[in-house]
Structure formats: structure tokens, C-alpha cells
């Protein structure tokens, strides 16, 4: 059912969750490769596809946890090859993000995934920062590259991936940790890590996705990110819900990813609104809208339809959270605070 017509919310709460500004922090760019994009860049590079068409690549999407998503999501991004299919990528996420009302937005991709192709990083990065550049005349909505390492691949490869990077160093803003949990805990990338942040970059990584509470504790004293990706598991330490909030450590939790993805068995069951009742700074994000059912607002307004406790108030919490975790300045922090204020006076006062 769509989320619009999920019967058990009120129409001014479902119109607040839409027209509230909002920042995006935990998009893989490449996650957003909607199929029909696909479909017309496989076209246009003479890629040859292993599915008949679009709905038989759609009807692929049902994994069974991180690594059965990643294998598609893989395949998929291989119709990435020239800066302009970056840069259409990116710009139709930013078409989805308007629609959503996303004010910022601060964007993961994966270089390794295709300078292993033999993409070279700048046709990766122009495509993209363009793509940044023209949503912000476009749609006013600013944004911010965030370069992930994938934790399968080694720490030197990693450092490869860095280096070749840095003359692309306007171009982004930080680097993160992305891909299989399982068996690549943090303290694999420490010394890289070391190195961003040396150099000035902010950093961020996933943990406690799949992996275990403690992940978060190593990818938050090793590595010394300054946000956790995902995070959910952190439920399972009393100790660590406790040291989150008391250190304001954001959380970019992704509600439709973790379904998706069985981290958790259904939205009801999902742990968002208790930690925001534990005073955790959480966000909502889409992940990978392309395969996980929905963009940022049908991840806010199919988990609100699922707990009905939550109203106008967590709805301002979420937003003030997204904002308060991103990397902008505390003037900007403040402008969109007020703004979010104006549109709940609007819709919901
Ligand atoms: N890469 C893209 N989406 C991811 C996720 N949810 N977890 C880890 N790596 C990813
Ligand atoms: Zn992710």
C-alpha cells in the first residue's frame, strides 16, 4: 500500500512529514539507481544486462540480509561509466529530494566500486559534485560528498582510494565505511581513518547494522567518527543507548533499509521511537531508495503510520535532528530551525 494511503494518520501530520524541511545524511548515491535508470545508461553504454526488463530486475529486489542487497546493488552500478551518468544519477535523486522537501543533503558513493571498473575517480567525482552544483541553482538544496570506504576490500586499497582522491579534495567533505559487516569491523580501516583525519575530514562510518552493539563503541573510540550510520543495534547495551545520548552521537537510522534488509522484522517493531524517547539525536534517511521501497518521506510517513504514538512532536525532533547532525554551521543550524517552525505553525499549530 502506499504510504500516502495509509488510513490511520491524521492528513495534517502525513502533510507535515512531506512539506517539513528536512536534511538527508545517510544516501548512497548509487543506492538511488532506479531501475529505468538502469535500463536507458545500460542502453546508452551498450552494457548487457542479465535481466529481460525492468520489472524482472524489480521483482530480483527481495534479499534476505546486507550481503544478498549488496550483490544486486553491485551489479547494478555497473552502468556507471562516464561522468555524465554520474551527474544524471545524482541529479535525479536530487528531483526526488526536492519532492521531499530536503533542504541539505549529505551524499555517500563508492568510488571503489568503479574505479575497479576502470572509471577514473574524476569522472566519478565532476559527475557528481555537478550534479550538487546544479541542485542548488535548481532547487536551492545544498549538499555534500561523502567518500566511502568498502569494508570488504583491504585497508591498503582503501588508502589507494584516498590518495587517489585528494586532488578531487573541494569535491567532499569527509569519508565513511560502507558495505559487509560482517567479518570487516572498524578497527580494519583504523589507520586510515587516522589519516582523514589528519587531513581535516570529517568522518563517519556504519556500524550496528548487523554487526553488534560494540561495533558502534570500536567505530566511535578507534576510528573516532562523528556519526554512526545506522546504529540500531546499539538497543542491545543499556550502557552504549546511555553514552549516545549523553554525547549527542547522531544516528542515521534508515527505517524501509532495516526491513528490507531483516535487521528488524517489521516497522512496528522498529527501535527509532524509543530511542528518540531515550534522547538519542536520530534521523531518518532512505539508504538506498531505489531498492528499499521509498525516498526520505515514505521512510518518515510509513514509520509514523506504524506507531501512532508518534505526532507533531517527534516530527520536530526528527527534523531539528537531521539538521543538528549534519556538518553545516550553527547559522544555518538556527535558519532552518525556524523555518521548521513556520511550517508546523502553518499545518499543524
Ligand atoms: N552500501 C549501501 N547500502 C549499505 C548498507 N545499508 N549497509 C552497508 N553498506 C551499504
Ligand atoms: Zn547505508
Given at each position: 500500500?502506499?504510504a500516502?494511503?495509509?488510513?490511520?494518520?491524521?492528513?495534517p501530520?502525513?502533510?507535515l512529514l512531506?512539506?517539513?524541511?528536512?536534511?538527508?545524511?545517510?544516501?548512497h548515491?548509487?543506492g538511488?539507481l532506479e531501475?529505468?535508470l538502469?535500463?536507458?545508461?545500460?542502453?546508452?553504454n551498450g552494457?548487457?544486462?542479465?535481466?529481460?526488463?525492468?520489472e524482472a530486475?524489480?521483482?530480483?529486489?527481495?534479499f534476505?540480509?546486507?550481503q544478498?542487497f549488496?550483490d544486486?546493488?553491485?551489479?547494478?552500478?555497473?552502468?556507471?561509466l562516464?561522468?555524465?551518468?554520474?551527474?544524471?544519477?545524482a541529479?535525479?535523486y536530487f528531483?526526488?529530494?526536492?519532492?521531499?522537501?530536503?533542504v541539505?543533503?549529505?551524499i555517500?558513493f563508492?568510488p571503489?566500486?568503479?574505479?575497479a571498473?576502470?572509471?577514473?575517480?574524476?569522472?566519478?567525482?565532476h559527475?557528481?559534485?555537478?550534479?550538487c552544483?546544479?541542485a542548488h541553482?535548481?532547487?536551492?538544496?545544498s549538499?555534500?560528498?561523502?567518500?566511502?570506504?568498502?569494508r570488504?576490500?583491504?585497508?591498503d586499497?582503501?588508502f589507494?582510494?584516498l590518495?587517489?582522491?585528494?586532488p578531487h579534495?573541494q569535491?567532499?567533505?569527509?569519508?565513511g565505511?560502507?558495505?559487509?559487516e560482517r567479518g570487516h569491523?572498524p578497527?580494519k580501516?583504523a589507520?586510515v581513518?587516522?589519516r582523514?583525519?589528519?587531513?581535516?575530514l570529517?568522518?563517519?562510518?556504519?556500524a550496528g547494522?548487523e554487526?553488534?552493539?560494540a561495533?558502534?563503541?570500536?567505530?566511535?573510540?578507534v576510528?573516532?567518527?562523528?556519526r554512526?550510520?545506522?546504529?540500531?543495534r546499539?538497543?542491545?547495551?543499556p550502557?552504549?543507548i546511555e553514552?549516545?545520548?549523553?554525547q549527542?552521537?547522531?544516528?542515521?537510522?534508515?527505517?524501509?533499509?532495516?526491513?528490507?534488509?531483516?535487521?528488524?522484522?517489521?516497522?512496528a517493531?522498529?527501535?527509532?521511537?524509543?530511542?528518540?524517547?531515550?534522547?538519542?539525536?536520530?534521523?531518518i534517511?532512505?539508504?538506498?531508495p531505489?531498492?528499499f521501497?521509498?525516498?526520505?518521506?515514505?521512510?518518515y510517513?510509513?514509520?509514523f503510520?506504524?506507531h501512532p504514538?508518534?505526532?507533531v512532536q517527534?516530527?520536530r525532533q526528527?527534523?531539528?535532528?537531521?539538521?543538528?547532525?549534519s556538518?553545516?554551521?550553527a547559522e544555518q543550524?538556527?535558519?532552518?530551525?525556524?523555518e521548521?517552525?513556520?511550517?508546523?505553525?502553518?499545518l499543524?499549530?
Open positions: 500500500m502506499a500516502d494511503t495509509l488510513p490511520s494518520r491524521p492528513d501530520l502525513r502533510a512531506r512539506r517539513m524541511p528536512k536534511a538527508e545524511l545517510h544516501l548515491i548509487e538511488s531501475p529505468e538502469i535500463f536507458r545508461l545500460a542502453a546508452r552494457v548487457k544486462l542479465p535481466y529481460p526488463s525492468v530486475l524489480r521483482a530480483a529486489y527481495a534476505t540480509d546486507l544478498s549488496l544486486l546493488y553491485y551489479a547494478g552500478a555497473s552502468v556507471l562516464k561522468e555524465e551518468d554520474f551527474f544524471d544519477l541529479f535525479a528531483e526526488r529530494a526536492a519532492a521531499d522537501n530536503v541539505h543533503a549529505e555517500f563508492d571503489q566500486t568503479h574505479t571498473r576502470g572509471v577514473p575517480m574524476a569522472a566519478v567525482v559527475g557528481l559534485a555537478h550534479a552544483q546544479r541553482a535548481e532547487y536551492g538544496i549538499s555534500a560528498l561523502v567518500l566511502c570506504f568498502l570488504h576490500l583491504s585497508e586499497d582503501a589507494a582510494t590518495e587517489a582522491a585528494l579534495r569535491h567532499f567533505i569527509g569519508v565505511l560502507d558495505s559487509s569491523p578497527e580501516f589507520r581513518f587516522a582523514a583525519r589528519e587531513l581535516g570529517h568522518l563517519v562510518a556504519h547494522e554487526g553488534p552493539a561495533t558502534i563503541e570500536t567505530a566511535l573510540d576510528l573516532k567518527v562523528e554512526i550510520d545506522h546504529g540500531v546499539c538497543t542491545e547495551s550502557a552504549l553514552r549516545l545520548a549523553r549527542r552521537v547522531p544516528l542515521t537510522v534508515c527505517p524501509l533499509s532495516n526491513v528490507k534488509l531483516c535487521v528488524v522484522p517489521d516497522l517493531a522498529h527501535p527509532l521511537p524509543a530511542l528518540l524517547d531515550a534522547g538519542l539525536c536520530a534521523t534517511n532512505s539508504d538506498d531505489a531498492y521501497g521509498g525516498y526520505v518521506v515514505d521512510n510517513l510509513q514509520l503510520a506504524a504514538r508518534m505526532g517527534q516530527a526528527l527534523a531539528l535532528n537531521s539538521f543538528e547532525a556538518f553545516v554551521g543550524k538556527a535558519r532552518w530551525a525556524r521548521l517552525d513556520a511550517v508546523i505553525e502553518r499543524a499549530g
